[in-house]
T-cell receptor
């Protein structure tokens, strides 16, 4: 079974530029998550989708971050404009359903460096 | 609010030593789930174990074992006879319900384990 796919793996941009990350979850998984992991910290949830609807985006900086999951499968996370503090690893995860008992399976992440 | 504390920032051991990674959590929920993930240098978080709050039985999987103690709100992870391939950052995480039936996974800050020859 294929795991969670993410691209690109690495991205370097200058501040105020825009960037987009792509995620394809495990086939059949209804719930998709985007996390931000700053160096030396644990991942922090940015947004959670159930199929193509947003379940929780309370920690998403909506003035610059946006995400969508059209057709309830793959998802795109965008940052516009980027700030220096956005330098982090962006992890995508998926789970079969939603609920606290569900195990989340993670992709390899996208390492973003904002100069 | 839920919180996960991994007080050990970094641990170094020599191969074949046993090592225990500590995890302490805070939650107001009576029903919750605890997880351990491994993050090797490649960056991907690898799922290791899930334990619910009603099951305090210790679990062993090969060289890995987990000790869940509700009385002390701890969920510690022991690697027996460590190997170089065990070198990674290990995260403890807590899942409890937030809005509706949605779940929110809160991670600790991780413990970096370095196993040397």
């Amino acid at each position: 079974e294929a795991g969670v796919a993410q691209s690109p793996r690495y991205k370097i941009i200058e501040k105020r530029q825009s960037v987009a990350f792509w995620c394809n979850p495990i086939s059949g998984h209804a719930t998709l998550y985007w996390y931000q992991q700053i160096l030396g910290q644990g991942p922090k949830l940015l947004i959670q989708f159930q199929n193509n609807g947003v379940v929780d985006d309370s920690q998403l900086p909506k003035d610059r971050f946006s995400a969508e999951r059209l057709k309830g499968v793959d998802s795109t996370l965008k940052i516009q404009p980027a700030k220096l503090e956005d330098s982090a690893v962006y992890l995508c995860a998926s789970s079969p359903l939603r609920g606290r008992q569900e195990t989340q399976y993670f992709g390899p992440g996208t390492r973003l460096l904002v100069l | 609010a839920q919180k996960v504390t991994q007080a050990q920032t970094e641990i170094s051991v020599v191969e074949k030593e046993d090592v225990t990674l500590d995890c302490v959590y805070e939650t107001r929920d009576t029903t919750y789930y605890l997880f351990w993930y491994k993050q090797p240098p490649s960056g991907e978080l690898v799922f290791l174990i899930r334990r619910n709050s009603f099951d305090e039985q210790n679990e062993i999987s090969g060289r890995y074992s987990w000790n869940f103690q509700k009385s002390t709100s701890s969920f510690n992870f022991t690697i027996t006879a460590s190997q170089v391939v065990d070198s990674a950052v290990y995260f403890c995480a807590l899942s409890e319900a937030n809005t509706g039936t949605a779940s929110k996974l809160t991670f600790g800050t991780g413990t970096r384990l370095q196993v040397t020859l």
